[in-house]
């Protein structure tokens, strides 16, 4: 066995399966989505983003992005994560088209999450989603290992490319 010992009271690491969760929403893949998701899950948004009131159970929630996949073409990059027990907080980026054939914008936001026997259980989610960028003014997202245009990865989601449309056109890393 690779890595540290886990008792088995210790919750496992986190990553992983917000990696997964992520990878099911960019594809629109329902099973994916369910297979992370507790029966019991809540989505909350912040509001007064469009579509912010919350989602309840996993297969509406799974539906609802894959119904948003189709408008917007997303792809999730988990970019950094602290964890602890059966809580975790990452900052993310969403890559999307605002309208059909626009240039992908990125939205940078941060979620919560809450686990229960392994499986998202509460999504706290804080963004505000604008048809233009929104990120830290000045903040070195690039020397930092963030995803950034033409790169849609990063050092902690090194695969997240993989998932939803193609990548887009831009400079290699």
Not at 21 to 37: E, K, P
Request: hydrophobic letters at 35%; glycine letters at 8%.
């Amino acid at each position: 066995m690779n890595g540290p010992r886990r008792t088995p009271n210790e919750p496992a690491d986190p990553l992983p399966l917000i990696r997964e969760y992520y990878a099911g929403c960019s594809d629109g893949d329902v099973g994916r989505m369910m297979s992370t998701l507790d029966p019991d899950v809540v989505h909350w948004f912040l509001a007064p983003n469009r579509g912010s009131a919350p989602v309840a159970g996993a297969e509406h929630l799974a539906r609802y992005w894959r119904k948003v996949t189709t408008m917007i073409e997303p792809r999730w990059v988990v970019e950094s994560i602290c964890a602890s027990g059966d809580q975790a907080v990452i900052e993310w980026t969403m890559w999307w088209r605002p309208e059909p054939g626009a240039a992908r914008v990125p939205t940078r936001g941060a979620e919560w999450f809450t686990l229960r026997d392994g499986r998202i259980l509460e999504i706290r989610s804080y963004y505000q989603m604008r048809p233009e960028p929104t990120e830290l003014d000045g903040f070195p997202y690039d020397a930092r290992g963030y995803s950034v245009a033409g790169r849609e990865r990063s050092r902690v989601h090194p695969d997240a490319d993989r998932f939803g449309p193609p990548p887009a056109p831009g400079p290699s890393a």
